[in-house]
């Protein structure tokens, strides 16, 4: 657990991690040291039906890192990091916030952190999710990719070329692309054609593109049937990167980011523009730190959660 930075250092902006930052015992110490966050463990193991504790602390790593698992399991994790920082009353986590975000999934804890989704409807459909995303990925076969090194524009061209298209734009000079693996390989060849990295990920599935598309067409079903709320503090979709005020406006947002880009290097942009100077990253791993850092150089960028070691 590490904590690096100050909330006084200009506006705050709270981040939430997404898939891939999952590792086995993650949470471990938050539960026993907290009893509230034993109770969101309990609450997580009896609305789920099964024991996502036990599966976060010891493994499988394999059944952990599945999507269906995964998903909850991280959104568990941040909200319980949350929630100990609050319990504590570390400055950070106790002052005003001006934005709210998460990556992909992590956008599910960042709208529990704001209000708009109640922590137990937020872990069915990530639930819900992450079993769509891959019944999704097993009808309609994908892969994605990341791509070092190359501007925007660059990849933008390479996917015209293909067929992949634009999955997420992270970082400057870091961008996944997703779709059917002919598409995802050809974007693979044309990037290092190009002297760019470009490495095949280890996913089940080509998340963020059309291919999902049948899972965004159920989703939304159970997005319209969930208790959403105004967020009581913006927050920045990662398709638009722009800022949700309304519930409207979030639940257009769920179901349009499991087919389109997370933008997450404009959404970081957009909370730096209006003032944010202190960014924490609360959950799971360090993954968004990183990106944040080669966002806004200039920023404090902190992370408070578990990391594996």
């Not at 250092?9 to 471990?28: C, E, K, Y």
């Not at 110490?29 to 109770?39: D, G, N």
């Not at 996917?159 to 634009?166: F, Y």
């Not at 490495?199 to 963020?208: D, G, I, K, P, W």
């Amino acid at each position: 657990m590490t904590t690096e930075g100050a909330a006084s250092d200009g506006a705050l902006a709270l981040t939430f991690p997404g898939q891939g930052s999952q590792w086995v015992g993650m949470g471990r110490s938050l539960y026993e040291r907290f009893a509230s966050v034993h109770r969101l463990y309990a609450e997580a193991d009896d609305r789920l039906g099964f024991s996502l504790s036990g599966l976060s602390f010891e493994g499988p790593e394999e059944e952990l890192r599945d999507t269906a698992n995964a998903q909850p399991a991280i959104l568990v994790a941040s909200v319980a990091a949350l929630t100990a920082a609050r319990e504590l009353e570390l400055p950070w986590a106790v002052s005003q916030v001006a934005f709210v975000a998460g990556h992909s999934l992590g956008e599910y804890s960042a709208l529990v952190a704001a209000g708009s989704l109640s922590f137990g409807d937020a872990l069915s459909l990530v639930r819900q999710r992450g079993l769509l995303m891959q019944r999704a990925g097993e009808q309609a076969p994908g892969t994605m990719a990341a791509i070092m090194g190359l501007e925007t524009e660059a990849v933008e061209a390479i996917c015209a070329e293909s067929g992949a298209e634009m999955a997420n734009l992270n970082s400057p000079g870091q961008t996944v692309v997703s779709g059917r693996r002919d598409a995802v390989e050809g974007a693979v060849a044309l990037a290092r054609q190009r002297k760019a990295k470009a490495t095949l990920l280890n996913v089940s599935a080509a998340f963020h593109s059309s291919l999902m598309a049948s899972a965004a067409a159920e989703l939304a079903q159970a997005i319209q049937g969930a208790a959403v709320a105004d967020p009581r503090v913006p927050v920045v979709g990662n398709t638009s990167a722009r800022a949700l005020h309304t519930e409207a406006e979030v639940r257009a947002e769920l179901v349009d980011q499991l087919q389109r880009p997370v933008r997450w290097q404009a959404s970081v942009e957009l909370m730096a523009a209006a003032g944010v100077r202190t960014f924490a990253e609360v959950g799971p791993g360090k993954i968004l730190a990183g990106l944040i850092r080669r966002i806004v150089p200039e920023g404090k960028v902190f992370s408070w959660g578990d990391s594996p070691g």
